[in-house]
């Protein structure tokens, strides 16, 4: 491609622009952090996606946090007791009732008392049935693993919570 610009110009009598240097990207936090999320850290993560889903869905979430700050590693228990707090508040104001997804809860692992939220959240698409937060190995998360939950959580929540139009959801659309 450059050989062939390179010849566009000579044809033209003009020499090529020399090419850009780049500048490299300012640092970013590293995904491939291997750390467990801390507690005050899920808080004001789970703090901020309140808020926004509050106000992205026009709708009041008075929902009491169930992670506290502490500097010890949140717990999956924590999380899906979070997301259950939220997703209880805001099922009211689901515009229709998915296919639910089919599962084996056999391989969940996860305390006895949490474990029906779990399976709740799993069958409403809400959290993946094969997901570090329902299957994974260790209690704890991963900076990339709470991120990824939370954000399958809140897209899922934002589907439920709006009615599909005809005009943008192909399916829906008239064939003829």
Known sequence: MSLILCFAFALAGQAPAPPHKLKPPPHLPSSGDSRPVTCA??????????????KGLEVSLAVKPRVNASGKAVSREQVVAEFNAVFLAIQPDFKFKPRLVAFNPGVLKISRAERAPLARLIEYGCVGKVSPLATGPTDSLTPAELGDALGLFTSRIAELSHMPSAKWTPILMDQN
């Open 41 to 54: 850290e899920a808080a004001q993560v789970f703090k901020e996606a309140r808020r926004i889903m509050s």
